[in-house]
């Protein structure tokens, strides 16, 4: 009887002396890591700015300047805007880095620079973004800052533009006009937001701030995977396969380039 009641005792003092939602974890094996934006900022941080250079195939871009795309059509462009969001950093144990409301407006005739703010110090081997906007975000309505719908990227009935493109094209004198408005998060089968990855020349170490560079040539959305001939589509502005297929083109426009102390 005094066994029963001693064994009764060392239970309840086990059980009191356990705080208020404390999980016992199962045993399994371990999981990549998943760091949440929270577990971000609580580490020493620093800042990475990117720069996205916009070129035009060897050369650099400029508004209002004729190019040749791959269909042999001469066209210029207006307008060039594009949303990138949802950075994600990978550590070199394939760790990854989540980076809470990274949402960029950039556009080639005004802004072509970007700042993650703190970030945690690591070494890291790659970085992840995507091309637009993610659907919850879309479903939220109207934000502030870059998501303003006075940048006119938002619509009510749409959510928002992902990347918008617009100019002239013709077979020698660009005259007729083009606009592609990639947007629409619903239905699903037609979301044309791209999430695009890419792996350092080597790993960085995260111990002061980093720029970096990337290069966004715009003749590459009109090749690889279909090249895509402006006057047999001069107009995207739904939500759509015509929408997808362009955004799998534009997907190709980034590249990597190098990181810098």
């Not at 550590?91 to 005739?109: E, H, M, Q």
């Not at 995507?130 to 959510?159: C, Q, R, Y």
């Amino acid at each position: 009887m005094r066994y029963i009641i001693s064994i009764s005792l060392i239970v309840f003092v086990i059980y009191s002396c356990k705080k208020k939602g404390d999980v016992l974890a199962p045993a399994e094996n371990p999981k990549p890591e998943i760091i949440s934006p929270a577990d971000t900022l609580k580490a020493a941080s620093n800042s990475i700015k990117i720069k996205f250079l916009t070129v035009a195939g060897s050369e650099n871009f400029k508004m209002y300047t004729n190019y040749t795309n791959a269909s042999g059509e001469i066209i210029r462009f207006s307008r060039f805007q594009y949303y990138l969001s949802n950075f994600v950093l990978t550590r070199i144990n394939g760790s990854k880095v989540a980076l809470p409301n990274t949402y960029f407006l950039l556009d080639a005739a005004a802004k072509d620079s970007i700042t993650l703010a703190n970030v945690s110090n690591a070494e890291y081997s790659g970085i992840s973004f995507l091309i637009g906007i993610d659907s919850t975000k879309s479903k939220e309505g109207a934000h502030s800052g870059d998501l303003d719908p006075v940048k006119n990227m938002f619509m009510e009935w749409s959510g928002y533009t992902y990347v918008a493109m617009e100019g002239l094209y013709g077979t020698s004198n660009p005259n007729k006009e083009f606009a592609y408005i990639i947007r629409g998060y619903s239905p699903s089968q037609y979301y044309a937001a791209q999430n695009v990855s890419f792996s350092f020349d080597k790993s960085y170490n995260l111990n002061k701030p980093k720029r970096m560079l990337f290069k966004v040539d715009i003749l590459e959305a009109f090749k690889n995977p279909a090249d895509f001939k402006v006057s047999s589509k001069p107009k995207i502005d739904v939500a759509g396969m015509d929408a997808v297929s362009f955004s799998l083109n534009y997907r190709d426009m980034f590249s990597f380039v190098k990181t810098e102390e």
